[in-house]
């Protein structure tokens, strides 16, 4: 989030170069811990997820920073913001999931479509949970598949 990105960057955290997604496992962790007022690149640098491809050393020198107050607060206010926006999309995810279910579980021609498995099916970690997505697509749109459609 390009949020984050700026104001980590203007307590001169290089976070984005150490992590791949500042929003991230590790990187929230860290942003979490900085914004709670812990500064010590030991600790920050233990956030590391197993998955990360930096060391802990790389991940600490990174985060050496000028610790300014006013720009915590402003980061704070910001993690605040991010974790309000997640919730609401989380919500509206639920919601929509609701929908989807109840719209093909009344209709028993829907419920009886199904689409042929994807050889190549990205996972994606910000689309909705216990859904599959190309299923209810397929059965929402009555038997066409918008994975076939080119562009």
């Known amino acids: 989030m390009q949020v984050f990105s700026s104001r980590v960057l203007i307590l001169n955290f290089r976070l984005d170069v150490v992590v791949n997604d500042i929003c991230g496992l590790t990187g929230m962790a860290i942003i979490t811990d900085i914004s709670k007022g812990n500064f010590d690149l030991e600790k920050l640098s233990e956030h590391r997820h197993r998955n990360c491809k930096k060391s802990k050393e790389e991940i600490a020198k990174a985060l050496k920073g000028n610790n300014h107050e006013d ?81």
């Open 71 to 151: 720009y915590l607060f402003g980061l704070k206010k910001e993690l605040e913001s991010y974790q309000f926006y997640q919730k609401k999309i989380a919500a509206c995810n639920k919601q929509i999931g609701i929908c989807l279910k109840n719209q093909i579980n009344t209709n028993p021609d829907k419920k009886k479509l199904k689409t042929s498995d994807k050889v190549h099916k990205r996972i994606i970690k910000n689309a909705l949970k216990g859904i599959d997505l190309n299923q209810a697509a397929y059965q929402y749109f009555g038997g066409v598949d918008l994975m076939k459609i080119e562009g």
